[in-house]
């Protein structure tokens, strides 16, 4: 499940940009580079760009109109400000790639809600970083700011966040990437490997599309069954989960993207795990609308497997655009739905 992200923590590190802009004639240049990582609302770019900055956004996750890639561009950059990401490996890894972007000196910010873990998060700054100041405190947020004093200590790149652990859906142990931040950081997801059990066999030259398919698992369980040239396709809104399923799943195409329009059917298997957004009236929209947009790229008698909490309305909703829905398999919290294009 995806916490929402309230977004009051952009407004508040917009105000400290204004705030010390005006306090401080520290600007050695006229149009300082400023990096903004992570930050989805657009306060905290804007009373930059207002302050006379050149600014430059960075996300790892889609975000339409702006660069998403896997790792922030290179620069350089006089400032970075990097927006408290859900985990701390995470801080600790964009806090690394902000200290590389930046020459001794500058500034590195950091800024979250105090439910995002911003009281302690003073910790995740690399070494070669200075003393951490709280340069602003307001509605439950914070601007935490230090200066680079040296390098930071590993090598610049998503390579040094690689985590290997080895993953059995049971036919086999094998080395699994996880990088920070991405869905079951380090194991298989029980309701994934609920789904795995249920998967087909597939025929030769079968297509198959996981969507939200994160580190990959799906997508090679599903390969795994699959007969001569079955093909896979990997569909995330996150570049650095599509990086990990690149190095799990050699064999797949990755594509970034939010729903079904970024691929091109017909497809003989559909997976998914889907991802829920939780605590909003709209959290079931992507998982709603990769529903009743799956006939349009499934084969004619392709199949589409879903697993989701129990409690989700997911059978309803495989109801409103298919004609017959059957439940796979049902344990604990999960079940696992699946049904046949006409
Ligand atoms: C519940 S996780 C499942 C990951 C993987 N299939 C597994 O079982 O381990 C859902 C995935 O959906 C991705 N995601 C979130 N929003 C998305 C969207 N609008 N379109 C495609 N993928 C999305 C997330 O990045 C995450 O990797």
Redesign the pocket.
């Known amino acids: 499940m ?1 916490p929402p992200r309230g977004d009051i923590a952009s407004p508040v590190a917009a105000e400290w940009a204004r705030s010390r802009t005006r306090g401080e004639a520290h600007h050695a240049k006229d149009h300082p580079r400023a990096l903004v990582l992570a930050d989805p609302a657009p306060h905290l770019a804007r009373a930059l760009e207002e302050s006379g900055h050149s600014v430059t956004r960075w996300h790892r ?2 975000t339409p109109g702006q660069q998403c890639t896997a790792w922030p561009p290179r620069g350089p950059f006089d400032e970075v400000w990097v927006r408290m990401p859900r985990s701390s490996l995470e801080a600790a890894m964009l806090l690394h790639a902000a200290s590389a972007r930046v020459e001794d000196g500058a500034r590195i910010h950091l800024f979250g809600a105090g439910d995002e873990g911003i009281r302690s998060a003073a910790k995740h700054f690399p070494a070669g970083t200075g003393e951490v100041q709280t340069a602003l405190i307001k509605r439950r947020c914070r601007v935490l700011v230090a200066a680079r004093e040296a390098s930071p200590p590993h090598a610049d790149g998503l390579g040094s966040w690689e985590t290997r652990v080895p993953i059995d859906w049971g036919t086999g142990a094998r080395d699994w990437t996880f990088y920070p931040g ?3 950081h380090g194991r ?2 029980p ?2 490997a609920l ?1 795995i059990e249920c998967l087909p066999r597939v025929p030769a030259g079968a297509r198959i599309l ?9 997508a090679a369980a599903a390969l795994e069954r699959g007969g001569d040239g079955a093909e896979a396709v990997l ?4 570049a650095i ?1 599509l990086a990990a399923a690149a190095r799990n799943v050699p064999a797949g195409k990755q594509v970034l ?3 079904l329009a970024a691929v091109s059917g017909p497809f003989d298997l559909i997976v ?5 957004h939780t605590g909003k009236p709209q959290s079931l929209r ?1 998982v709603e609308a ?1 529903i009743r947009e799956a006939p349009r790229v499934l084969a004619r008698r392709g199949e589409l497997i879903v697993v989701a909490q129990r409690r989700l309305p997911v059978g309803d909703l495989l109801a409103r655009s298919f004609n017959r829905v059957r439940t796979d398999a049902d344990r604990g919290p999960v079940r696992v739905r699946a049904t046949v294009a006409p």
Do not use: E, K, Q, W
């Open positions: 995806i996750f889609l991405v869905f079951a298989l997801d309701a994934t789904l996981d969507f939200g398919a994160g580190t990959g698992p799906l569909l995330d809104a996150d989960s993207g939010r729903d998914s795990n889907p991802p829920i992507t990769f």
